[in-house]
Structures are given as C-alpha cells and as structure tokens.
C-alpha cells in the first residue's frame, strides 16, 4: 500500500533536492557568465586588430652548435605570410635563452621574402644567411623547417639566397 508520511523526513529530503538544485543552477550560471566573458574578450582583441598569443616552438642550436633544441614562445601571431614571417624574424633575432640555446642564423642577415602557395612556403634570405661552412648553412637550413613545418598546414620549406636555391654539401 501507499503511506503518506507527515514527519520532518519528508521535509528534509524536499530541502536537501532543493538546495541541491540551486547549487547546480548557481554553478550553471558562473559557468555561462566565465564563458560568456572569455568570449567577449577575445572577440574584444580580434576586433582591435589584436591576435591572441599562441604557444609556438622555434627551433635553435645548443650550446655546442651541433643540435637543434626548441624554444617554447607564445608570440601574437598574424594570420598567413605575416605571422610566418613573424617566426622566421623571431628565429633571426634569435634565443631569448642565449645561455643554454644559440642563434643558427648568422645576425646580420635579412629576410628578402616570403611566400607560402598550398602546403610549400618559401624563404629568401639575404646573402648574409651563407655561414662559415656547409654544416653551418645546414644547421641554419634546418631551423627554419623544422620551426616553419610546426605550423598547422606547412608540409615543405624552400630556402633561397638572394633568390637561389641553398644547395646542400652534396651540391
């Protein structure tokens, strides 16, 4: 059979699913109002021009200039050629860690050009790129691709200098 009770458990439980529901609809609405206000932010810094950092891995030597080691940066980055370019000048400028990390790309060099067509970018350097030795260019060479090929949809990089393709030691 069917027992209605008129005792204070009855009560009890009726409290407790309230107060239950009104936690769960307090947590609901900070959530909603967190979102909500992460959301404007962002959309507050693309409407500015501004673009929100990203985490990024640009790729230098160690301190015995014989292995490539990552730096973790997060960097504004443009969106297209302008934010690669934005890597290839940071790799240029070099290691913010220059104690551990060393600078592949010789300083005085300068970025002629940049252009990226489907999953191939291409890079043209100045003359000053072309270090002391083939092993130099070849560290150089492979900073550039491996922090370029980090990027979602670059697949293959091509290094000119002065608008001629860098030739590896095998010529």
């Known amino acids: ?43 507050g810094m693309l409407d500015s021009g501004e673009s929100p950092q990203q985490a990024v891995s640009l790729y230098f030597l160690d301190t015995t200039k014989t292995k490539l080691v990552k730096e973790q940066r997060n960097l504004e980055l443009n969106d297209g050629d302008a934010g690669l370019t934005q890597l290839v000048e940071s790799l240029i400028a070099g290691p913010k860690n220059t104690v551990d990390y060393k600078r592949a790309i010789p300083q005085e060099t300068r970025l002629l050009s940049l252009e990226s067509h489907g999953n191939l970018v291409t890079v043209d350097f100045s003359s000053a790129f072309i270090g002391e030795s083939n ?4 560290l150089a060479a492979s900073t550039v691709v491996n922090t370029l090929c980090e990027i979602p949809g670059v697949k293959k990089v091509t290094i000119l200098v002065d608008g001629q393709e860098l030739i590896g030691t095998d010529k």
């Open 1 to 43: 059979m069917f027992e209605i009770e008129s005792g204070g458990d009855n009560l009890d439980t009726k409290r407790k699913v309230i107060v239950s529901i009104s936690i769960v609809a307090v947590i609901a609405v900070l959530c909603i109002a967190g979102y909500s206000a992460w959301k404007t932010q962002l959309w």
């Open 135 to 138: 092993a130099d260019d070849m």
